[in-house]
């Protein structure tokens, strides 16, 4: 994910403003490229003449970025509400934070920092690193990522039980696609290949590793055949075949 920043100018018909003035590339330490596009303005015009974009830009557009601020060219870059863009601009989708910067006389710095999306949230949104949930409008979803579902003020302690069952089906070449709670603390997953597990109320890491240590070894053979592995049981665990119906089969292990 490259950073790069671009300077030019907000596009809107404007008398005032004339030919552009300068383009260079300038290589960074790090291999990040700054591009920078200046305007000219007419002498002694010191309003918004120029902004300088820096980002990653994979999911959230400059040009939208400029046209929400091309109402603000030729303002007073001194008179500018900087909190309030910043919050304006960070509510388009897929930003996470904006830092706006005046540079005298008449530019405007624009740090603009994507959301990192680890995973979907249900069907309304996405989750962050940080485990917040957002939501990005019209833009395109990636349909890659695991989906996580619960409670939204669970959605931090969904997604770091997910880190964890992660890490332990790792181990064992298996990974989980879904994990959900519900309101009353119950957790089931799914894993990449269809299988449901039903973990039940308890720790659901620990019922992950009660799967991969006992109900894995005893069905791997059989796996394609599996619906769900139902582990809310304390001595063992019951097995759904995906037959319509349903024969269940008994297997016990600690």
Do not use: C, K
């Given at each position: 994910?490259s950073?790069?920043?671009?300077?030019?100018?907000?596009?809107?018909?404007?008398?005032r403003?004339?030919?552009?003035?300068?383009?260079?590339?300038?290589?960074?330490?790090?291999a990040?490229?700054l591009?920078?596009?200046g305007w000219?303005?007419?002498?002694g015009?010191?309003?918004?003449?120029?902004?300088?974009?820096e980002?990653?830009?994979?999911?959230?557009?400059?040009?939208?970025?400029?046209?929400?601020?091309?109402?603000?060219?030729?303002?007073?870059v001194?008179?500018l509400?900087?909190?309030?863009?910043?919050q304006?601009?960070?509510?388009?989708?897929?930003?996470?934070?904006?830092?706006?910067?005046?540079?005298?006389?008449d530019?405007l710095?624009?740090?603009?920092?994507?959301?990192?999306?680890?995973?979907?949230?249900?069907?309304?949104?996405?989750?962050?690193?940080?485990?917040?949930?957002?939501?990005?409008?019209?833009?395109?979803?990636?349909e890659?990522?695991?989906?996580?579902?619960?409670p939204?003020?669970?959605?931090?302690?969904?997604?770091?039980?997910?880190?964890?069952?992660?890490?332990?089906?790792?181990?064992?070449?298996?990974?989980a696609?879904?994990?959900?709670?519900?309101?009353?603390?119950?957790?089931?997953?799914?894993?990449?290949?269809?299988?449901?597990?039903?973990?039940?109320?308890?720790?659901?890491?620990?019922?992950?590793?009660?799967?991969?240590?006992?109900?894995?070894?005893?069905?791997?053979?059989?796996?394609?055949?599996?619906?769900?592995?139902?582990l809310?049981?304390?001595?063992?665990?019951?097995?759904?075949?995906?037959?319509?119906?349903?024969?269940?089969?008994?297997?016990?292990?600690?």
């Amino acid at each position: 994910m490259s950073v790069h920043a671009r300077r030019y100018a907000p596009q809107r018909p404007a008398r005032r403003w004339s030919r552009p003035l300068l383009v260079t590339l300038v290589l960074l330490p790090g291999a990040a490229l700054l591009v920078a596009v200046g305007w000219r303005a007419l002498p002694g015009y010191t309003g918004l003449a120029w902004l300088e974009l820096e980002g990653s830009f994979d999911q959230v557009s400059e040009q939208r970025i400029a046209e929400r601020l091309s109402e603000h060219r030729g303002r007073s870059v001194v008179a500018l509400d900087l909190r309030a863009l910043e919050q304006a601009l960070g509510e388009m989708g897929w930003v996470d934070r904006v830092r706006l910067r005046r540079i005298w006389p008449d530019g405007l710095h624009v740090d603009v920092r994507e959301q990192q999306a680890l995973a979907r949230w249900g069907e309304i949104g996405l989750v962050n690193s940080r485990g917040e949930v957002f939501t990005v409008g019209d833009a395109h979803m990636p349909e890659h990522l695991p989906v996580l579902d619960g409670p939204l003020e669970h959605a931090a302690e969904v997604l770091a039980t997910w880190r964890e069952v992660t890490r332990v089906l790792e181990r064992h070449e298996q990974r989980a696609d879904y994990l959900a709670v519900d309101r009353r603390g119950s957790w089931r997953a799914v894993l990449g290949n269809g299988v449901e597990l039903r973990l039940g109320p308890d720790d659901p890491v620990r019922q992950t590793t009660r799967f991969v240590r006992t109900g894995l070894p005893e069905l791997a053979d059989r796996m394609a055949e599996v619906a769900y592995v139902d582990l809310r049981y304390t001595n063992g665990f019951a097995v759904a075949r995906r037959a319509a119906r349903r024969d269940h089969d008994a297997a016990e292990g600690s």
